[in-house]
């Protein structure tokens, strides 16, 4: 007789990942890792995934610490470097992971090895937790593992490698992050009856890295068989690009050497304000005014951004006061990637195929 199975589902993001399991007998429940060890210095308010951080001691070629834990200055944002061409060598985080991975004598595909190790061992021992030490020898594993719609066949298969040398089983599956979502939407709806034969869905997946937009048509219902309608697009403009565009602004304000002296844990700081903050609280009002702190910069420190006059000393503390209409909007998203090209060609393709 078969074994009963445990379906394990790890959502590997660029900025958070997760890990899922449920069980094929009884209530097929699904369990969300939620353990993930967190400090009170980070803004985040959900436990459901952990940030996508792994840091490395000097010297040392063993991963040091993780997630919301990682220490001094860490690796973050190496998912999107797995597609070579799919981003610019002269941003400054790929120059700073490739001068890291020269610095550890290791390969991108190590240090996400060495990651998904952890989330890895983290969720197996979330298993062992509910169910006992010997689960394993009750349940067959199932193992699903998310990659980015946009993801060619070799970035899918360095993917792969990287698990199976994380101790991944063999067995594992990829998945396409936008196919996730879809299904999981799509299964509530069934739920809820609400769906029908010919319905078509677009699915936009706005990740850390990346936006994935994908569409199914509704071909039977029990069971639910999806067949894709127009063909998926995808590009590297998620979330991660506005932190990044924010630092650099707040760089070129205060000054690169100014910036660069200060401490990591202030920038940390700050750069956790705007994520958590000014980032989500935006609604849509360009006149709304937020601010961020950063500590360390003294009272000596000049505005070097000409135009601006937005940096306001109170008792050693700096706050920088940002207006989406005047400061965000024009600075971030003039040079950032944008969604814009790709909903273009993806409308296009469709009405294409309504239309044929
Ligand atoms: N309300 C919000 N408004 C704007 N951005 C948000 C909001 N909530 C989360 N984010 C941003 O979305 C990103 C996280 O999204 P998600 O967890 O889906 O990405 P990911 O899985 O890490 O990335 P990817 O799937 O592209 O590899 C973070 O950059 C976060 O700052
Ligand atoms: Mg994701």
């Known amino acids: ?80 470097l797995l597609q070579h061409g799919h981003y610019s060598a002269d941003i400054e985080y790929v120059q700073d992971a490739n001068a890291k991975l020269k610095d550890l004598n290791k390969t991108i595909d190590n240090v996400i090895s060495d990651y998904l190790k952890w989330i890895w061992q983290t969720g197996i021992s979330d298993i062992r937790r509910v169910l006992g030490k010997s689960f394993e020898s009750i349940y067959d594993l199932k193992v699903v593992l998310t990659v980015p719609a946009a993801w060619e066949p070799f970035a899918r298969d360095r993917t792969k490698r990287a698990a199976w040398a994380a ?28 769906l029908k ?9 706005a990740g850390g890295g990346t936006v994935d937009l994908i569409t199914y048509e ?39 050497e100014k910036y660069v002296s200060l401490r990591e844990r202030d920038k940390k700081d700050m750069i956790s304000q705007f ?39 109170f008792r050693g503390w700096v706050f920088l006061d ?7 909007s024009p600075k971030l998203f003039k040079t950032q990637r944008s969604l814009d090209p790709i909903l273009k060609r993806f409308s296009k393709k469709f009405a294409r195929k309504q239309t044929g």
């Not at 989500?280 to 420190?301: A, E, P």
Request: a neutral charge; aromatic letters at 10%.
């Open 322 to 328: 940002l207006c989406f209409r005047e400061k965000l």
């Open 275 to 313: 994520e958590y903050r000014v980032k989500r609280q935006f609604d849509g009002n360009i006149n709304k005014k937020m601010s961020v702190t950063l500590r360390g910069l003294g009272s000596d420190v000049e505005d070097s951004d000409e135009d601006d006059d937005d940096l306001v000393h």
């Open 218 to 256: 509704v071909e039977a219902l029990r069971p639910l068989k999806l067949k894709e309608c127009a063909v998926g697009k995808g590009d590297l403009c998620g979330s991660l690009f506005l932190d990044i565009g924010f630092e650099q602004m707040i760089k070129r304000k205060i000054g690169a």
């Open 1 to 80: 007789m078969s074994k009963p199975v445990i379906v394990v589902g790890i959502d590997f993001g660029t900025t958070y990942s997760g890990f899922s399991w449920a069980r094929s007998t009884g209530t097929k429940e699904i369990q969300l890792v939620t353990t993930w060890p967190t400090t009170d210095f980070d803004y985040s308010s959900t436990h459901d995934k952990t940030r996508t951080w792994i840091s490395y001691d000097k010297g040392n070629r063993e991963p040091s610490s993780y997630g919301y834990e990682a220490r001094g200055n860490p690796f973050k944002w190496f998912k999107v």
């Open 197 to 205: 034969v010919g319905d078509i869905f677009v699915v936009c997946d």
């Open 167 to 194: 101790g991944l089983p063999k067995n594992l599956k990829l998945v396409s992050e936008p196919e996730a979502g879809a299904l999981y939407s799509l299964l509530h709806r069934e739920r809820e009856k609400s």
